[in-house]
């Protein structure tokens, strides 16, 4: 069995072990995974109730990962997060005290709701795995990632994050209601007496040690040249786009490369493909642009934008 015959596997187990809680929401588990695996960061923009905090519980349970949440509100402070120095009066010493951050996975639910202050000090934890504190660095591992949650309707008492921290993200998955089928097994599960919060019935599929190994696959996964020309295509198609303020920089591109070859490993394949581009485009790219007024004003959304803007983009061959 090859190494990408592997990845498929996990997909397939990883897929098996959230199902026992969550319903439905593939796509976005799906998403969640390469962006784990891409070892980037995730933004989730849903109405409450569409299993968002659960479905990153389960996916840090079935990899064996460990889980902290925190609420993020108008008075959290920095220290809140990161943690602060605390004086010891036995020693005469200062200490760190760790803060939620040090995790592996961390779920910052709801984080428009915090000042630009907090926000901020997410920035260098998603960008250079570590934060500094007095003066001293600390690193958070390999592994670190941070799931974020917004509600797109409710924005009373909300702080837009500012483009530098978006563009941290290599993904926004939106998370959609489920569909009829999906809630009527939903409302079948609670009518049985099956607390689709338990997390705990979740199997580990595989270890650290084991998530460490199958990281650098993705770059033996084949991008011909005409393909890679395609991603550059794209992100710089927003940019001269009317349509569009401010369009795609060179980290989106970077970010869509490698979302794009991850998603060609998990479906067990060598090459990349330009749907492998297309199926991850919409996710990596919209939330990193700013629309014309003109655009907002006639209700388009940034999906409709990008597909009319790819549209122009001539796929290869």
Not at 142 to 152: I, K, L, S
Not at 209 to 236: H, S
Not at 282 to 303: F, I, T, Y
Request: charged content about 25%.
């Amino acid at each position: 069995m090859d190494q990408f015959e592997t990845l498929g596997q996990l997909r397939e187990a990883m897929l098996k072990e959230v199902r026992k809680v969550v319903i439905g929401q593939e796509q976005a588990l799906e998403g969640m995974l390469i962006a784990l695996l891409a070892q980037g960061h995730v933004l989730l923009e849903g109405v409450p109730g569409t299993a968002k905090t659960l479905m990153v519980r389960a996916l840090a349970q079935s990899l064996g990962l460990t889980f902290k949440r925190v609420q993020f509100t108008p008075d959290l402070m920095p220290s809140d997060v990161i943690g602060t120095s605390v004086f010891d009066f036995k020693a005469g010493i200062f200490s760190f005290a760790k803060g939620p951050i040090f995790t592996e996975l961390l779920l910052a639910d709801e984080i428009n709701r915090a000042p630009a202050k907090t926000q901020s000090s997410l920035l260098e934890a998603m960008q250079e795995r570590q934060v500094s504190v007095d003066g001293k660095r600390h690193d958070l591992g390999q592994d670190f990632t941070v799931f974020a949650t917004q509600n797109p309707v409710e924005q009373e008492g909300t702080y837009p994050l500012p483009e530098a921290q978006l563009d941290r993200f290599l993904m926004k998955i939106r998370v959609g209601y489920p569909t009829l089928e999906e809630e009527d097994q939903i409302l079948a599960q609670v009518s049985h007496g099956v607390g689709t919060l338990d997390v705990t019935a979740i199997q580990p599929v595989i270890s650290r040690e084991q998530l460490a190994e199958i990281r650098p696959i993705a770059g033996n996964v084949v991008l011909d040249p005409k393909v890679r020309a395609y991603v550059r295509d794209l992100c710089r198609a927003t940019r001269t786009s009317p349509m569009i303020m401010l369009g795609a920089g060179p980290r989106a591109g970077v970010h869509l490369l490698v979302a794009s070859r991850w998603a060609a490993a998990l479906e067990g394949r060598a090459f990349v493909t330009p749907d492998d581009v297309k199926r991850v485009l919409h996710a990596v790219v919209c939330h990193r642009l700013v629309l014309s007024p003109e655009v907002e004003l006639d209700g388009m959304k940034a999906e409709e934008v990008v597909d009319r803007v790819a549209s122009t983009v001539e796929v290869p061959r």
